[in-house]
């Protein structure tokens, strides 16, 4: 059985929504809410890496899971500590023992159309070409379903204030049940994401019977990442771009889209959803 990795970390969580006043279409002041958003740049051994734009609900997460998806570091076990300093709106990783060459990593950049981030180092899309899922796990209709109430009842910031993504990861308990293992949100969906992926890392959780939903796009390095985490099923309340069904198509992730109420549309890899009628 795999060691839980020994990090020293911080815990800098930040108030999450604000209160401002503002005037409505008739004049009248108002008191709402909206979410905060901070700049976090990651420092890398003393060396930076990115800025990030963030609520800050899970700041050390979100640093631990970036550095996975982007292969900066090969395991948690490599990382002695996370110290996330919002006064000076930096993370600071001390590393045990480095392997990556980061200058050849970062030496190639690929802009995405993630918020809230948007960058890709090294050759992660030639590298999906060695990446395939294998076949199963199976989830029911009735799972899925119920899934999809459990986001849709959930208590979240998007409802207080809006401006936010949210992700989440489920567990299978069979075919057909699942239980919510995390939810993030964060200004970017792939900031979120990369939160969960971090938890995930830290408690050496493996991909293969979970379920990860999102309320963003399900785009290639949304695919990606996906596929990193070894998770069969990718789920949005949005939609799927073409580059992200072709990703999918290569690492046999089943991607499901306008998923809302008891109505999904499943682009790939049918075969693990078993049908019932549901009225």
Avoid at 253 to 277: D, W
Wanted: proline share 4%; glycine share 8%; with cysteine.
């Amino acid at each position: 059985m795999a060691v839980k990795p020994n990090i020293q970390m911080s815990n800098a969580s930040v108030p999450l929504v604000h209160e401002v006043e503002i005037l409505d279409e008739m004049g009248r002041l108002k008191l709402t809410h909206i979410p905060g958003e901070r700049p976090l740049t990651i420092y890398l051994d003393k060396r930076e890496i990115v800025t990030l734009m963030t609520l800050g609900s899970a700041p050390e997460a979100l640093v631990l899971g970036y550095l996975r998806n982007q292969r900066m570091v090969e395991s948690p076990g490599d990382i002695e500590s996370i110290q996330v300093d919002w006064d000076t709106d930096s993370a600071a990783v001390k590393t045990r023992r480095s392997t990556v060459d980061i200058d050849a990593l970062t030496s190639k950049r690929v802009v995405t159309t993630g918020c809230g981030q948007g960058t890709m180092f090294g050759g992660l899309m030639e590298e999906m070409s060695q990446t395939r899922l294998p076949e199963g796990p199976t989830l029911s209709q009735e799972a899925i379903v119920g899934l999809i109430e459990s986001i849709r009842s959930h208590d979240t910031i998007y409802k207080k204030s809006g401006s936010v993504h949210a992700c989440a990861v489920f567990e299978r308990q069979g075919d057909a049940e699942v239980r919510l293992l995390y939810f993030i949100e964060d200004v970017g969906r792939h900031n979120a994401v990369d939160s969960i992926s971090g938890l995930m890392w830290l408690v050496n959780k493996p991909g293969k019977d979970l379920i990860f939903f999102t309320t963003g796009r399900l785009t290639s390095e949304m695919v990606i990442k996906g596929a990193q985490m070894g998770i069969p099923f990718l789920l949005t309340r949005s939609g799927v771009t073409l580059m992200g069904l072709e990703l999918a198509r290569k690492t046999n992730l089943t991607i499901m889209s306008r998923c809302s109420g008891k109505h999904f549309e499943i682009y790939n890899a049918p075969e693990r959803v078993l049908f019932s009628q549901i009225s």
